[in-house]
């Protein structure tokens, strides 16, 4: 199906930057949309930031002006470069990968594994 590998989550104090990568392999044709969520203990699941297949982006509320999503099609990556992080920031981020069905309005969702980011104040 489609494999996805996450790196760049970590430790760092408020105000701090980090950077996101997610590269997916497989089959990924059509691609839809990729993008990352979050999850912080005791919540659920959030969308934190995605972009299409033609370039547009959705970002949450709470990370827009902060955060930029990013994508390199020639490597099927995807970036989140996060700035001026917030101890609220602290979750594991998981990417996520959709895919076009063919006939169908829904596009079939692949999962990372998740990399934590924690931020202290």
């Known amino acids: 199906q489609v494999q996805l590998v996450e790196s760049g989550g970590g430790l760092v104090q408020a105000g701090g930057s980090l950077r996101l990568s997610c590269a997916a392999s497989g089959r990924i044709l059509p691609f839809y949309a990729m993008g990352w969520y979050r999850q912080a203990p005791g919540k659920q699941r959030e969308l934190v930031a995605d972009i299409t297949s033609g370039g547009s982006t959705n970002y949450a509320d709470s990370v827009k002006g902060r955060f930029t999503i990013s994508r390199d099609n020639a490597k099927n990556t995807v970036y989140l470069q996060m700035n001026s992080l917030k101890p609220e920031d602290t979750a594991v981020y998981i990417c996520?990968?959709?895919?076009?069905?063919?006939?169908?309005?829904?596009?079939?969702?692949?999962w990372g594994q998740g990399t934590q980011v924690s931020v202290s104040s």
């Open positions: 996520n990968y959709k895919r076009v069905v063919l006939g169908t309005p829904y596009p079939q969702s692949f």
